[in-house]
Nanobody, 127 residues
Framework: VQLQASGGGLVQAGDSLRLSCTAS??????????VAWFRQAPGKEREFVAA????????YYADSVKGRFTISRDNAKTTVYLQMNDLRPEDTAVYYC???????????????????WGQGTLVTVSS
Protein backbone atom coordinates (compact mmCIF):
# COMPACT_ATOMS: atom_id res chain seq x y z
CA VAL A 1 0.00 0.00 0.00
CA GLN A 2 1.42 3.35 -0.99
CA LEU A 3 0.09 6.38 0.82
CA GLN A 4 0.07 9.99 -0.29
CA ALA A 5 -0.32 12.77 2.26
CA SER A 6 -1.18 16.28 1.13
CA GLY A 7 -2.62 19.56 2.31
CA GLY A 8 0.21 20.98 4.36
CA GLY A 9 1.30 24.58 4.17
CA LEU A 10 2.23 27.74 6.00
CA VAL A 11 -0.49 29.27 8.15
CA GLN A 12 -0.83 31.64 11.05
CA ALA A 13 -1.74 30.70 14.58
CA GLY A 14 -5.49 30.19 14.88
CA ASP A 15 -5.92 29.17 11.25
CA SER A 16 -7.17 25.84 9.95
CA LEU A 17 -5.85 23.26 7.53
CA ARG A 18 -7.17 19.97 6.24
CA LEU A 19 -4.74 17.20 5.44
CA SER A 20 -5.65 14.32 3.15
CA CYS A 21 -4.28 10.81 2.92
CA THR A 22 -5.01 8.68 -0.11
CA ALA A 23 -3.86 5.20 -0.98
CA SER A 24 -2.54 3.89 -4.26
CA UNK A 25 -5.27 2.21 -6.24
CA UNK A 26 -7.73 4.22 -4.14
CA UNK A 27 -7.92 1.56 -1.46
CA UNK A 28 -6.30 1.17 1.91
CA UNK A 29 -6.44 -2.58 1.54
CA UNK A 30 -9.02 -5.13 2.56
CA UNK A 31 -7.05 -5.95 5.71
CA UNK A 32 -6.68 -2.36 6.94
CA UNK A 33 -7.47 -2.12 10.65
CA UNK A 34 -6.59 1.51 11.36
CA VAL A 35 -5.32 4.63 9.66
CA ALA A 36 -3.47 7.22 11.69
CA TRP A 37 -1.71 10.53 11.53
CA PHE A 38 1.61 11.05 13.23
CA ARG A 39 3.84 14.10 13.21
CA GLN A 40 7.47 14.86 13.71
CA ALA A 41 8.76 18.28 14.64
CA PRO A 42 12.39 19.28 14.02
CA GLY A 43 14.65 17.67 16.57
CA LYS A 44 11.84 15.65 18.12
CA GLU A 45 10.61 12.10 17.90
CA ARG A 46 7.61 11.14 15.84
CA GLU A 47 4.42 11.38 17.87
CA PHE A 48 0.89 10.12 17.52
CA VAL A 49 -1.78 12.63 16.52
CA ALA A 50 -4.98 10.78 15.67
CA ALA A 51 -6.29 7.46 14.41
CA UNK A 52 -9.45 5.97 13.01
CA UNK A 53 -10.35 2.32 13.18
CA UNK A 54 -11.48 1.03 9.84
CA UNK A 55 -14.24 -1.08 11.31
CA UNK A 56 -16.73 1.11 13.06
CA UNK A 57 -14.93 4.38 12.48
CA UNK A 58 -13.90 4.87 16.10
CA UNK A 59 -11.47 7.73 16.55
CA TYR A 60 -8.60 8.39 18.92
CA TYR A 61 -6.61 11.54 19.62
CA ALA A 62 -3.51 12.69 21.38
CA ASP A 63 -4.33 14.93 24.32
CA SER A 64 -2.45 17.80 22.68
CA VAL A 65 -4.87 17.95 19.74
CA LYS A 66 -8.12 16.77 21.31
CA GLY A 67 -10.89 19.26 20.62
CA ARG A 68 -8.94 20.96 17.82
CA PHE A 69 -8.25 18.18 15.32
CA THR A 70 -10.71 15.77 13.75
CA ILE A 71 -9.85 12.62 11.84
CA SER A 72 -12.41 11.30 9.40
CA ARG A 73 -12.78 9.30 6.22
CA ASP A 74 -14.95 9.69 3.18
CA ASN A 75 -17.86 7.36 2.56
CA ALA A 76 -16.00 5.46 -0.11
CA LYS A 77 -13.14 4.85 2.38
CA THR A 78 -10.58 6.07 -0.12
CA THR A 79 -9.38 9.14 1.73
CA VAL A 80 -8.65 9.90 5.36
CA TYR A 81 -8.69 13.51 6.46
CA LEU A 82 -7.21 15.40 9.37
CA GLN A 83 -9.07 18.64 9.95
CA MET A 84 -6.87 20.89 12.05
CA ASN A 85 -8.43 23.94 13.67
CA ASP A 86 -6.99 26.58 15.96
CA LEU A 87 -3.48 25.72 14.89
CA ARG A 88 -0.63 26.65 17.20
CA PRO A 89 3.09 27.13 16.56
CA GLU A 90 3.74 23.90 18.46
CA ASP A 91 1.74 22.04 15.79
CA THR A 92 4.52 22.76 13.32
CA ALA A 93 5.79 19.42 12.03
CA VAL A 94 5.87 17.03 9.14
CA TYR A 95 2.63 15.08 9.25
CA TYR A 96 2.58 11.45 8.16
CA CYS A 97 -0.32 9.15 7.52
CA UNK A 98 0.01 5.44 8.14
CA UNK A 99 -2.11 2.33 7.81
CA UNK A 100 -1.99 -0.66 10.09
CA UNK A 101 -3.06 -4.13 9.02
CA UNK A 102 -3.15 -5.65 12.48
CA UNK A 103 -3.40 -2.66 14.79
CA UNK A 104 -4.99 -3.51 18.09
CA UNK A 105 -6.76 -1.06 20.34
CA UNK A 106 -4.00 -0.90 22.92
CA UNK A 107 -1.44 0.03 20.27
CA UNK A 108 -3.43 2.52 18.21
CA UNK A 109 -1.07 5.31 19.23
CA UNK A 110 2.15 3.42 18.64
CA UNK A 111 4.06 3.91 15.41
CA UNK A 112 5.19 0.27 15.53
CA UNK A 113 1.58 -0.79 15.02
CA UNK A 114 1.47 0.63 11.50
CA UNK A 115 2.78 -1.11 8.43
CA UNK A 116 2.71 1.46 5.65
CA TRP A 117 3.62 5.13 5.74
CA GLY A 118 3.20 8.09 3.44
CA GLN A 119 5.95 10.55 2.62
CA GLY A 120 4.73 13.32 4.90
CA THR A 121 3.43 16.82 4.39
CA LEU A 122 4.87 19.87 6.14
CA VAL A 123 2.68 22.07 8.31
CA THR A 124 4.20 25.32 9.52
CA VAL A 125 2.31 27.53 11.93
CA SER A 126 3.64 31.01 12.50
CA SER A 127 2.90 33.00 15.65
Amino acid sequence: VQLQASGGGLVQAGDSLRLSCTASGRTFGSRARAVAWFRQAPGKEREFVAAIRWSGGYTYYADSVKGRFTISRDNAKTTVYLQMNDLRPEDTAVYYCAVGMSTILSEVGASKAYDYWGQGTLVTVSS
